[in-house]
């Protein structure tokens, strides 16, 4: 079954130091998407990815942050200059379309876990 | 906003007995559903999605839901929970191009 990968599993980084987080989403899926879990609490909304573009962003994803699809398979997250509350897991999702349509579902891949020391 | 809410941290429940984690919904229109299953140090899996039609949806590992829009709520239920199940289970809905999740339940079943 195909499945959402993520790399790395654990990563761990000076504050104020750059890092890309890197996911390959399931191969036929158009939609992509960032998400992230702080330890102890909810899964959050980052961003949304579409035709190259971005297609919504919660107040979380600010100018640190931004995504790119550099080529055909992988989608990347990119944090400038990490902080101390940016330790968290990170969550690549895809989907083969809009939320609505019977192909709807976000599959998620296994997380990065980012730690910033 | 659309939201949902999971009122419960924590369900414990007996091997082969029934379970339910509650999941309540707040959502202007109508509202697209969603669990998630998250085993320890795992990625979020999909269980079961609610879009329209049926009201009780069914899904992965045996698990259903019932859509109710009278309460706005959408549990999730299991009429024979495995000690396998335990994990962490999140209710989420659509805004937009996002899924908002819930705060998750913690579902313990023990043997």
């Known amino acids: 079954e195909p499945e959402v990968t993520q790399t790395p599993s654990h990563q761990v980084t000076q504050m104020g130091q750059e890092v890309i987080l890197r996911c390959v989403p399931i191969s036929n899926h158009l939609y992509f998407y960032w998400y992230r879990q702080i330890l102890g609490q909810k899964v959050e909304f980052l961003v949304s990815f579409y035709n190259n573009e971005i297609s919504e962003k919660s107040e979380i994803f600010d100018d640190q942050f931004s995504v790119e699809r550099p080529d055909g398979s992988n989608f990347t997250l990119k944090i400038r200059s990490t902080k101390l509350e940016d330790s968290a897991m990170y969550f690549c999702?895809?989907?083969?379309?809009?939320?609505?349509?019977?192909?709807?579902?976000?599959?998620f891949g296994p997380g990065t876990r980012l730690l910033v020391l | 906003a659309q939201s949902v809410a999971q009122p419960e941290d924590q369900v414990n429940v007996a091997e082969g007995n029934p379970l339910t984690v509650k999941c309540t919904y707040s959502?202007?229109?109508?509202?697209?559903l969603f669990w998630y299953v998250q085993y320890p140090n795992r990625g979020l899996q999909f269980l079961l999605k609610y879009i329209t039609g049926d009201n009780l949806v069914k899904g992965s590992y045996g698990f259903e839901a019932e859509f109710n829009k009278s309460q706005t709520s959408f549990h999730l239920k299991k009429p024979s929970a495995l000690v396998s199940d335990s994990a962490l289970y999140f209710c989420a809905v659509n805004s937009g191009y996002a899924l908002n999740f819930g705060k998750g339940t913690s579902l313990l079943v023990t043997p």
């Open positions: 959502v202007s229109g109508n509202p697209y």
């Open positions: 999702a895809s989907s083969e379309a809009l939320l609505g349509s019977a192909t709807s579902s976000q599959y």
